[in-house]
């Protein structure tokens, strides 16, 4: 088995991700943002006899030097760090070049340096903007709807031009929305359900038309896995998708049906994303990631959600629910 690092190992999926590695035999380093308080986010979360398998290292993406002295001695690198939140990145654009361009091009050029095996470097399904056709394959346009997706499109074009003018060993994974435990409330589904459990009668979120193609974190994971372990993956780049979609109303109501019947959707302005910005339909292609990998999705929205609102049922405590999160 590799060794392995994941960069935003302390984040939702990363998190995931190091425990899916851990359970496949691999030895793996976990690259967490330094602070003073010494947190290792999620990580902190995992039992101890998890937790003491893991190697993890403390730095930030942003830094040549970090990054490349975390990868020494690593054949595949999974590179999740990012800041993905939309509505911040509105107001805090540089940071989403520093952290998502910048960062990326480090992991890129350490990559080169240190000749390592594999680099998946990872996108996201906002790239592609308001769905121009559906299924959405990797072949549709890019649209920079927000700075958070225009900065993941110029991640996306650096970690290809390694590929191509160094031919560098790159993939580039493309997750649609992914969801499960240990999500934040800057996401949709977090935000309906805290909200529920919490009793609210009147459940606050933006625009309620979008659709979105939702993917449970444990398969997202495994999708990542699936891909590195092919080579047929090198140089492509492949979306994760259930290719099913669903819209925020109809998934806020299951919820609704699932939690507190009672209670109804309301629209608060503060949440809705510029009308230009907004990102309508989401529904991803699957068939690229069938045809080179052995990846299947296990888990049906409704199971993937039972398996949700009962980890947020047990640590509601975690979330600062009269608080809209960016």
């Not at 990363?14 to 380093?29: D, F, I, P, Q």
């Not at 003073?36 to 190697?55: A, H, M, Y």
């Not at 999740?80 to 952290?99: E, G, K, N, Q, R």
């Not at 979609?245 to 299951?254: C, D, F, P, Y």
Request: with cysteine; glycine share 6%.
């Amino acid at each position: 088995m590799a060794s392995v690092l994941v960069t935003g190992a302390d984040g939702f999926i990363g998190s995931h991700l190091v425990e899916a590695l851990l359970l496949e035999g691999h030895k793996v380093k976990a690259f967490v943002y330094y602070n003073s308080f010494n947190s290792w986010g999620w990580l902190d979360t995992l039992p101890k006899e998890i937790l003491k398998e893991i190697e993890v290292f403390t730095g930030d993406i942003r830094d040549p030097n970090g990054v490349k002295a975390s990868m020494k001695g690593i054949e595949e690198v999974y590179h999740l760090a990012a800041l993905i939140a939309i509505p911040f990145s509105y107001h805090s654009p540089d940071s989403y070049v520093d952290t998502n361009i910048k960062g990326t091009l480090n992991v890129l050029q350490a990559a080169r340096d240190l000749n390592t095996k594999r680099v998946l470097v990872t996108s996201t399904s906002e790239v592609y903007g308001t769905a121009q056709y559906v299924p959405i394959d990797e072949r549709h346009p890019f649209q920079g709807q927000s700075p958070y997706s225009a900065t993941k499109i110029g991640a996306d074009r650096i970690a290809e031009s390694f590929y191509r003018s160094f031919d560098m060993p790159i993939t580039i994974v493309r997750p649609f929305n992914t969801y499960g435990p240990r999500q934040s409330a800057r996401a949709v589904i977090p935000t309906i359900i805290t909200q529920l459990l919490a009793g609210k009668k009147e459940i606050k979120l933006g625009s309620i038309t979008p659709t979105r193609d939702f993917n449970y974190v444990k398969d997202t994971v495994q999708g990542f896995i699936e891909i590195a372990k092919s080579n047929n993956t090198i140089g492509e780049e492949i979306n994760i998708a259930t290719q099913r979609e669903i819209s925020i109303g109809e998934l806020a109501q299951e919820l609704i049906d699932q939690i507190n019947p009672n209670a109804k959707i309301v629209c608060e302005e503060q949440r809705l994303r510029p009308e230009k910005s907004e990102v309508n339909r989401l529904l991803g292609s699957n068939e690229k990631i069938k045809q080179l990998t052995n990846w299947e999705p296990k888990y049906t929205l409704q199971t993937g959600l039972a398996e949700t609102i009962e980890w947020i049922r047990n640590n509601l405590d975690k979330y600062k629910i009269d608080i809209y999160n960016i």
